[in-house]
């Protein structure tokens, strides 16, 4: 997981990424239970860059799921969607404490995404 993190990383501005973002939630139809998941936290990750109070190796893997889940060429959009599901979790576990804290901290925020 850390070398898919890492192959998809690039620099780009915060604008781009909620861009790139809310363009690809547009093209992603009634799904199962667990995309929905995946959408939320990826919201929340946005979120907390968006905040800019994250370590540098935390905004990194943000935006790595962020960019990866905006990727294009899925050949089979559901299937696609599982390797998008196991690297949110991935990165959500990883920074679970620093994600918690945001949480806690961003209480009304967080609960209106």
Request: some cysteine.
């Amino acid at each position: 997981m850390e070398e898919k993190l890492r192959s998809y990383y690039k620099e780009v501005s915060l604008e781009e990424l909620e861009k790139a973002f809310k363009e690809r939630l547009r093209k992603v139809g009634p799904t199962m239970e667990h995309l929905r998941e995946t959408i939320l936290k990826l919201k929340i990750f946005l979120l907390i860059l968006k905040e800019g109070e994250a370590p540098e190796e935390v905004k990194r893997d943000l935006t790595s799921a962020i960019l990866y889940f905006c990727r294009e060429g899925r050949r089979w959009p559901l299937i696609g969607y599982c390797s998008d599901y196991k690297l949110v979790n991935y990165v959500y576990k990883k920074h679970e404490k620093f994600i918690k804290d945001f949480q806690n901290k961003n209480k009304f925020t967080v609960n209106y995404l």
